[in-house]
């Protein structure tokens, strides 16, 4: 199946505040969108990487983000809220490609060996996920009270990329859209369907930058890695 990659980078970064846009902040001399689509070009299998920025991030893509690389198309504009930027890509992505990964450009530490894996298991089952199992016990909370402790070897932290037949996510998507339903998660959309997600173990490395200490941490193990053994 070809495969496409829907990059998404239209949000602001409010938790990590600062005046730039998250996509566009620097780590160590690139931005984190950069760094994302340079990852994400390491797996030979996306024949497709389709940015989604906001509107008034376009020129600082085109100031500060080089895609020489003839698989990365165009920008699209995203919307406000995060499934209305993937809605916005999947639409901007020639039916040719069958197999859709959907990757936050936060998530910059992304390897190719873990895009390969998942993207493997969702061309075979139809929708895959990367997840780390959870090192902490996880509550469920209401009103500052524990309704429930979920067994922990059950309990999984979902990441990017997520992988689904088009045909399957673009039903789930409009199933969304059409009862108005939000989801912090792609998969969440298909699991409404009664569909199966496979849950393929991906690194702990693969955080989202979400917060000034996960940039910091990327900084360091970035520069870490740089070191060598
Ligand atoms: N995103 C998007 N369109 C939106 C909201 C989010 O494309 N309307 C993208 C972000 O750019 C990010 C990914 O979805 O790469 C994950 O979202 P998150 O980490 O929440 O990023 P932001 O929404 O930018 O951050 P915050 O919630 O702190 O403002
Ligand atoms: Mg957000």
């Known amino acids: 199946m070809q495969t496409a990659v829907i990059v998404l980078a239209a949000g602001r970064g409010e938790r990590l505040g600062g005046k730039t846009p998250k996509a566009f902040v620097d780590l160590a001399g690139k931005t984190l969108l950069q760094r994302t689509l340079d990852n994400l070009l390491q797996f030979s299998g996306f ?3 389709q940015p989604v920025l906001s509107a008034s991030d376009l020129s600082l893509y085109a100031e500060r983000v080089s895609s020489g690389d003839p698989r990365v198309a165009r920008p699209v504009i995203g ?3 995060r499934q209305d930027s993937v809605a916005a890509g999947l639409a901007a992505i020639p039916e040719e490609f069958e197999l859709i990964a959907i990757h936050d ?4 530490r992304v390897s190719a060996g873990d895009v390969a894996r998942v993207v493997e298991v969702a061309e075979r089952s139809g929708a895959a996920v990367l997840a780390a ?5 996880v509550k469920l909370v209401e009103d500052g009270v524990v309704t429930t402790t979920p067994r922990r070897d059950r309990c999984w932290l979902a990441q990017t990329p997520q992988v689904f037949h ?3 996510f673009a039903e789930a998507l409009a199933k969304a859209q059409a009862e108005d339903f939000q989801g912090t998660d792609d998969a969440q959309l298909v699991e409404r369907l009664g569909a199966p997600v496979q849950v393929v173990e991906g690194s702990p490395g693969n955080f989202k930058i979400t917060v000034p200490e996960d940039l910091a941490l990327a900084a360091r193990l970035l520069a870490l890695e740089e070191a060598g053994p």
């Open 47 to 49: 024949g497709w990487l």
């Open 105 to 108: 450009a936060a998530r910059c």
């Open 166 to 168: 088009r045909s399957l």
């Open 79 to 81: 919307g406000a809220e």
């Open 133 to 137: 199992p959870c090192r902490d016990t």
